[in-house]
Antibody, heavy 124, light 110 residues
Framework: QLQLQESGSGLVKPSQTLSLTCAVSGGSISSGGYSWSWIRQPPGKGLEWIGYIYHSGSTYYNPSLKSRVTISVDRSKNQFSLKLSSVTAADTAVYYC????????????????WGQGTTVTVSS | EIVLTQSPGTLSLSPGERATLSCRASQSVSSSYLAWYQQKPGQAPRLLIYGASSRATGIPDRFSGSGSGTDFTLTISRLEPEDFAVYYCQQYGSSLRPWTFGQGTKVEIK
């Protein structure tokens, strides 16, 4: 059974870079037919999709965050990572990683596996 | 960007009642690209429905999805105590446009 586990800095100072990693266990990040996303949820608010990466390394970011976001994959460690630069208090949130299953002709099977989430606070 | 608007914001119902949640898109969304999630406090979202109407693995049949174009609905036929939660719709933009979530509907115990 595939599992995802987020880890990284829980407290980041304003203007610095937030760094998180999502470790994939019980399966390979290199398996075809999946993309790997980051999603965040500010306290008491809804979900915001940040971006995704394929095992090939191709990415797509939310335009609202694109200038500050980098998602990368490390196939040797079976994990993918998020970097968000120039953070402000508005970036305080629970950050989730998730797997999206994709089918033939781009059919979307939803984000079917999620990590438990990790809280990141931006504060001096 | 496709904006998803969910209504109502909060639904107050009793166990055993039927819940009908709406998700309206700012432009047409392929049914293949519409999903619903359930989130309980302190937990990650859980996939309920994909392809607008297909239940994810292990999801009880009291959950059903329907709709097309710009109007989608999640129905819970008879609410169980564990169904009281926040529900989100989500559209898949592939690599053409951002993936977006609705703002959520909270189903609370009346």
């Amino acid at each position: 059974q595939l599992q995802l586990q987020e880890s990284g800095s829980g407290l980041v100072k304003p203007s610095q870079t937030l760094s998180l990693t999502c470790a994939v266990s019980g399966g390979s990040i290199s398996s075809g037919g999946y993309s790997w996303s980051w999603i965040r949820q500010p306290p008491g608010k809804g979900l915001e999709w940040i971006g995704y990466i394929y095992h090939s390394g191709s990415t797509y970011y939310n335009p609202s965050l694109k200038s500050r976001v980098t998602i990368s994959v490390d196939r040797s460690k079976n994990q993918f990572s998020l970097k968000l630069s120039s953070v402000t208090a508005a970036d305080t949130a629970v950050y989730y990683c998730a797997r999206a299953a994709l089918g033939i002709a781009g059919y979307y099977y939803g984000m079917d596996v999620w990590g438990q989430g990790t809280t990141v606070t931006v504060s001096s | 960007e496709i904006v998803l608007t969910q209504s109502p914001g909060t639904l107050s119902l009793s166990p055993g009642e039927r819940a009908t949640l709406s998700c309206r898109a700012s432009q047409s969304v392929s049914s293949s690209y519409l999903a619903w999630y359930q989130q309980k406090p302190g937990q990650a979202p859980r996939l309920l429905i994909y392809g607008a109407s297909s239940r994810a693995t292990g999801i009880p049949d009291r959950f059903s999805g329907s709709g097309s174009g710009t109007d989608f609905t999640l129905t819970i036929s008879r609410l169980e105590p564990e169904d009281f939660a926040v529900y989100y719709c989500q559209q898949y933009g592939s690599s053409l446009r951002p993936w977006t979530f609705g703002q959520g509907t909270k189903v609370e115990i009346k």
